[in-house]
């Protein structure tokens, strides 16, 4: 494929793709641990009430006050979630079942219930994103990633991202220690100083940015799968953390290459004229990958465990 | 025209569908009692997501076959298959690696959910399945139903609620005590297999109603709203059923009575209203029971602790103790004890004297784990036992 075709039409979704994987992958590695895995779904459902009410709020569909709405309604789920399980005592699971699914419900009627009509807003584009449509006019061949004119007419969509995996990086990489030693040993943790509360606080709402920093280009079903698959594998991968966190980006990339490949060139090759959903590929493809080291990977048994329990 | 449609007066598709998302509702209700008690709510939502691909498939299926590609049947059958499949998958990958079951459920209802995308966008390419209206599935949609879809849904509805009415016993036993159940005789494994069978079964009776994002919801909330009335897990279920059935007739019925309601999310925010009424004001486990219960044990201690001080003779400057002992009548408003108080605080200095020995003695030691600082000793002892003691400590001191 020539660059003329392959860097408007493919290179930026690919890129967008690989880079929102990668963003939901690292905080989803914690949040694996921590037994937390949920809490990307969770959150992935909630951003739909959050940018309908954003969108109610302006009125308009640009993306500061969207994202806004999504971190806040995020932020809003979790409060709630924590206030269900201690005030109710009602364990996690089932905290977050009520909560997600009530503000998922509130966020449909509202959407229903407003005109939104008139502006690209609806609950298809909430579920599966745009990726496709994340094309880049400007560009004419490999040059134009040199041409500063080309280059102001990339999709936001791909700053939002990168901006989004360098947050998330940066934390990670600040309070490695701190996290490491809390997903493993709270108590411990607690007495060498960290404060573990605020740190699994810290933790939910990076996850969250990261959420809907991807959700605005890849819709909520990858992010949900990045968060949890691409994690899952590399734990079965490896007992070490950093080795953990290293394959889980390894295969963030590959499921979106390979997924975006497929989706783009698959059809084409069984004789179909169109693409089906990236998204939904991606995930496929990482649930592949997930399956494949659950088959094979060397660490995939619980240390201990009786071979056949 | 709400009134109309909760009494079944709005046409046969409308009644048929209050009428199955009603029973839904029940055997829903009931169901996920059983699911929030084994402490596996989220599975449901690893089911539900499951059932897209299904649903694809089947279209895909009956149209390559030249049949219709919307027949509810053949669609809710492909829904069950893939529900199943991805049910084994959360089995498989819980039991054979070392990933947790949320783990598990997030990476099965993820993954068969972003096929079943793939398979929609395969069907919208697909010459027969350009008005597919399978995004339906997605949230619900009862709108434009045929009549036979809506027969189809209140059968399906009654169908569920009965296996549950016939399995309700084992289940109980089984959700509440698993150990005591094995040793009654009763193969567990093969209940939970039934209760998922029933998920499963409520999850695709569910889908063209409420949607499978949504269904989870009707699993999820009533049980929970249903846990803060009584702690028995038999009428857990039955209130969750309750609930269930409420939220499904009344949401079915609002979301018939004007446009632009969606049944599906009508419903669960009925749902939602019951638990957060539910949570607040239910006696024993809501918050405002807690608060309520909170404030009169702080009164107890600021009690306590003031008659000890006036017994001692020590000045009480808190203000809330001073308060409620003059409230009590057990102190003049300026902090000196009258005769009542004094009698009061003597009694209880004399008690702490009485718990002393207890807490010392040997074949008190029952009686001395109950001490709290606040437990009036009569409701531990008896007279005789009093006697006792005081017999113990000497004969009575007047405080000064």
Not at chain 1, 6 to 18: A, R
Not at chain 1, 65 to 89: D, T
Not at chain 1, 278 to 287: D, E, K, P, Q
């Amino acid at each position: 494929m020539s660059g003329t075709e392959f860097v408007p039409l493919s290179l930026t979704p690919l890129l967008i793709g690989v880079l929102s994987a990668m963003t939901c992958a690292l905080p989803g590695n914690f949040l694996l641990l921590r037994r937390q895995a949920l809490i990307g779904d969770a959150i992935s459902h909630v951003v739909l009430p959050g940018i309908v009410a954003a969108f109610l709020v302006t009125g308009v569909v640009t993306a500061l006050p969207m994202m806004f709405g999504a971190a806040g309604a995020a932020v809003v789920a979790v409060v709630l979630i924590e206030a269900v399980r201690r005030l109710g005592r009602i364990e996690p699971g089932a905290a977050m079942g009520v909560v997600f699914t009530a503000m998922f419900a509130a966020g449909v009627l509202l959407l229903e219930q407003s005109d939104t009509s008139a502006v690209h807003l609806d609950v298809d584009h909430a579920l599966y994103g745009n990726l496709e449509s994340l094309i880049w006019l400007d560009a004419t061949g490999w040059g134009s990633l040199l041409d500063l004119e080309a280059l102001a007419g990339l999709p936001p969509e791909l700053g939002r991202v990168a901006v989004a995996l360098v947050a998330v990086a940066l934390f990670v990489w600040v309070f490695w220690r701190a996290l490491k030693i809390s997903t493993f040993d709270e108590a411990f943790a607690a007495t060498m100083g960290v404060r573990v509360n605020l740190l699994g606080v810290a933790l939910v709402i990076v996850a969250a940015v990261a959420a809907v920093a991807a959700f605005d280009a890849v819709g909520s079903i990858l992010v949900i799968a990045m968060f949890i698959c691409p994690p899952a594998a590399a734990r079965l991968m490896t007992n070490r953390l950093e080795h953990q966190v290293a394959w889980s980006m390894v295969f963030a990339a590959l499921s979106a290459t390979l997924g975006y490949v497929f989706a783009g060139y698959g059809p084409l090759w069984f004789g179909a004229q169109d693409a089906v959903s990236a998204a939904g590929m991606i995930a496929a493809v990482s649930g592949a990958i997930l399956g494949l080291a659950a088959l094979f990977g060397p660490h995939r048994k619980r240390s201990g465990a009786p071979v056949d329990a | 025209m709400l009134f109309e449609a909760l009494t079944f007066q709005l046409g046969y598709n409308a009644t048929l569908v209050t009428i199955g998302a009603t029973l839904l509702g029940v055997a829903a209700g009931i169901t996920g009692t059983f699911l929030f008690l084994r402490k596996r709510a989220l599975v449901s939502d690893a089911i539900s997501h499951a059932t897209l691909p299904g649903v694809g498939l089947a279209f895909i299926l009956m149209v390559l076959l030249g049949g219709d590609g919307r027949n509810l049947a053949g669609l809710l059958l492909g829904s069950a298959v893939s529900a199943g499949l991805g049910l084994l998958c959360v089995s498989w990958l819980t039991r054979a690696t070392r990933l947790g079951e949320d783990a598990a459920i997030g990476a099965v209802l993820s993954v068969f959910f972003g096929i079943g995308i793939v398979l929609l966008t395969v069907i919208q390419t697909m010459s027969s399945g350009r008005q597919a209206g399978l995004e339906g599935f997605l949230l619900g949609s009862t709108a434009g139903m045929l009549f036979s879809d809506a027969v189809l849904i209140a059968c399906g509805g009654a169908v569920v609620l009965a296996l549950v009415a016939w399995l309700q016993r084992p289940m109980i036993l089984v959700a509440f005590d698993p150990e005591y159940a094995a040793s009654a005789g009763v193969n567990t494994a093969r209940i939970d297999l039934a209760m998922m069978g029933l998920v499963l079964a409520v999850t695709v009776v569910g889908l063209k109603i409420v949607g499978l994002i949504l269904i989870i919801a009707l699993l999820i909330i009533p049980p929970v709203a249903a846990r803060f009335w009584t702690e028995r897990a038999g009428l857990v279920a039955l209130i969750a059923g309750g609930i269930g059935g409420v939220s499904g007739w009344l949401g079915a019925g609002i979301s018939a009575s004007a446009p632009d309601l969606p049944t599906g999310p009508i419903i669960v925010l009925v749902a939602f209203a019951v638990f957060a009424i539910s949570l607040l004001v239910s006696p024993g486990r809501g918050v405002l029971a807690a608060v309520l219960r909170y404030l009169a044990f702080q009164r107890r201690v600021h009690l306590r602790q003031g008659l000890l001080a006036l017994a001692q003779g020590q000045p009480i400057y808190e203000k809330m103790t001073l308060r409620l002992l003059q409230r009590a009548g057990l102190v003049r408003p300026d902090g000196v004890p009258t005769e009542a108080g004094r009698a009061r605080a003597s009694k209880a200095m004399r008690d702490e004297a009485r718990w002393d020995v207890v807490r010392r003695a040997e074949e008190w030691t029952g009686a001395a784990a109950l001490y709290d600082g606040l437990r009036e000793i009569e409701s531990v002892l008896t007279p005789d036992q009093i006697t006792e003691i005081d017999r113990m400590i000497g004969g009575p001191k007047v405080a000064t």
